[in-house]
């Protein structure tokens, strides 16, 4: 590999398959420009106007020939759809089991997490051979995440979640980029990924030093907030309970249900009156300039930890502990 290669490497299982489409439409826009130009210069001699008084037959259009060159590029057109569509759709759907990485972006670089509780900056390792989650999100303006060995790029926007999902199939060290202009340095906010082998990828998550899994922080910011004071985990106290609450449905005060997912735990710390659970106040002040996107997924990892509702815990909101994983 060149420091300019045409293709970078197929380094992830979606690689040869987006690889395989661009093919497909780099073969579909050659036949045509190719036939067209030929076509073009053939008629142009072919036909050409031999003496001033000539004036062409009359030629009425052929409907058969109408019918053929609209249904085979519609049909060309098709098969791009689909098969792009479903591409898109698959990059779209991370599988249960991959392995979950919350990444922030910033002016003017890349902040991974991994839920073990080990943190990178412009520096990501993975398994080979693992699917891997990417929830991401942007601390100031947009970025977007791209490995182009992986094929994959996806913006990362601020406010909200995005996901996206690979497995890595070569062992090896890949370029990241940040591929949104975001500012003077945007060309610097680059890093890299490392595919290792599981026994490697395993020593190197032991070997870290890591203080405690992304649950674990995420206890110590929820008791620093003393958000305890409020979310008793009993029920009792003046805002829910969180345990059981990651993947239920909650029923809001305007009757209305939604998934207790990232996206509603991070918008309930940060815009809590933006959606009330049904039988409570809006008291719960915002908690915006006050905990960093990158906290913010560490107490998503905590709520998560809390599990599935259980027999009312009776202990001080102080003392609440999250039964680990
Ligand atoms: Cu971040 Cu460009």
Redesign the pocket.
Known sequence: MGPLPLFPQEASSFAPDVDHLLYYLLAVAVFFTVGIFLTIFYFAIRYRRRSDKELPRFVHTGMTLEIVWSVIPFGLAMVMFTWGASIFFNEGRPPADAIPIYVV?K??MWKLQHIEGQREIDELHIPVGRPVRLTMTSED?I??FYVPAFRTKEDVVPGRYSTTWFTPTKPGKYHLF??????TN?SR?IGWIYVMQPQDYQNWLNGGSASGSMADSGQKLFQSLACGNCHHPDGRGRCPSLVGLYGSDVLLSNGATVKADDSYIRESILQPDAQIVAGYQPIMPTFQGLVTEEGVVQLIEYVKSLGKPGPPVTATPQQVTAPHR
């Open positions: 972006g002016q003017w303006v970025h977007s940040c591929a949104e202009y975001c500012g945007h906010m």
